[in-house]
């Protein structure tokens, strides 16, 4: 990596809901990471991660939460970690959120 922290996001997946009527909704999947190297020498990288994603989920909950109002779900994705080499004592974690946002 180049940079890090850096912010990775994408969409996960998009189902199509049925609504009734001939109105389909569709629900997408969000994702939202932050992702960092973590070498020996720092040993805080929990506290790094848990804070990341602290402040990734209170900008969309306060920036885009109430603009969509109850048609978004806002859940923590599970942290990974793995390393970059074998011989290296670098690690690579990331950790973030999953946006559901169902729109008609």
């Given at each position: 990596?180049q940079?890090s922290?850096?912010?990775?996001y994408?969409?996960?997946?998009?189902?199509?809901?049925d609504?009734?009527?001939?109105?389909?909704?569709?629900?997408?999947?969000?994702?939202?990471e932050?992702?960092?190297v973590?070498?020996?020498a720092?040993p805080?990288?929990?506290?790094r991660l848990?804070?990341?994603?602290?402040?990734?989920?209170e900008?969309?909950?306060?920036s885009?939460?109430?603009?969509?109002g109850?048609?978004?779900k806002?859940?923590?994705?599970m942290?990974?970690?793995?390393?970059?080499e074998?011989?290296?004592?670098?690690?690579?974690?990331?950790?973030g959120?999953?946006?559901?946002?169902?729109?008609v």
């Open positions: 990596m940079k922290p850096a912010i990775f994408g969409i996960q997946d998009i189902a199509a809901v609504g009734g009527g001939g109105v389909v909704a569709k629900t997408y999947k969000i994702f939202v932050v992702v960092f973590q070498n020996a720092r805080d990288a929990h506290k848990c804070r990341y994603v602290r402040a990734i989920e900008i969309f909950e306060s885009f939460a109430p603009a969509l109850h048609r978004v806002i859940e923590s994705a942290p990974l970690a793995w390393q970059l074998n011989d290296s004592s670098e690690e690579v974690k990331t950790g959120i999953i946006l559901t946002i169902t729109l």
